[in-house]
């Protein structure tokens, strides 16, 4: 682990989401997650606009429809879209290795069949399987709709789906990982020397395993958040969206995550892509760059824990003096042979 924090792309990936957490939890905690509103732009005290406004008349994002200013509103949204997504993919990760695990050491003898029914999830959009599954619990249809559902019963019920999609595919990879652990001719000679099972997965299977789950359990964040802005295109916000309808043709339709996450702002913004470019570009900016900050930190892991990662290589003080006394003392032949 220590050289993963002297690693420098480990180090500004994880540097860029601590710093991002930690400024949306002061932020909750502090000034009470407020987000400042600027609905109009006066001159000589007369109202001369209305939100919402370009980055240039109210820096650094500009403001929503309502007058929120984005920078704030992703600042509030960043825990909750950070925290969904290291859940979910704990959960996936968790089920997961339980799965693989099975599937490696009592189900070896079908993986010709396992791996020909899993190798079809890969050309089914996941996106798609979330939205049929959630987007009659999801959507909620103004202020006054009574939904059945209470926002826990959602987001556990969301929860659930974004874990259980990845579960085939997931399972099978880290599998396929194990398996070929065991393949391996200490695992051999160990079962030979007479390690039980429990033993040989203890002791030599899971050292061997860890950092690969560890990669992969950061991989599978950088999967949600992809996928959480997948949901965003179809307007299935994480705990519930409320779809508020404005009632004529040129004035879209607004919707707004009821979790405050990133893929809200997404949905609300998509249609006004061509009028107010920023409403979109301002929380895709923010989804790319966590992304990449998960990335950096995914490729410090795998350069240290597989060996990529050079080593300084530090002279001892002995072999520098041998070497500038060496260079030190001239030598001079007095007699021929």
Partial sequence: MKQLFKHPLFICGFSFLFLLFLASVIHAIFFNGVVPETPY?????????????????VPPLGTEQTGKQLIFMLLQGAKFTIGIAVVVAAFRMLFSS????????????????ITGLVNGFYYIPIALICFVLLNDILVIHGYADESPYTFFQRSVFEFA???????????????????????????????????????????????HMWPRLIIQFV????????????????RLLFGGTLKIESGSDTIPDIFISLSSEWSGLIGNAFRSLENYPWLFLSPIIAFMLTILAFNLIVKGMENVFFGNYPKRKHKSSKQTKDKSLQENISFEFIHEK
């Fill in 161 to 207: 789906v974004l874990t259980v999609v990845a579960l085939p595919t997931t399972s099978l990879l880290i599998g396929n990982q194990i398996r070929q652990v065991y393949n391996q001719e200490f695992i051999t000679a160990a079962r030979l020397l007479g390690g039980r099972r429990w033993h040989v997965l203890k002791r030599h299977v899971l050292p």
């Fill in 219 to 234: 991989q599978e964040i950088v999967q949600v958040l992809v996928l959480l802005i997948h949901l965003g295109f179809f």
């Fill in 98 to 113: 339980i799965i693989g695990l099975c599937f490696a050491d009592f189900l070896s003898k079908f993986n010709k069949w």
């Fill in 41 to 57: 732009l006066y001159e000589d005290g007369v109202i001369a606009k209305k939100a919402p406004f370009s980055p240039l008349e």
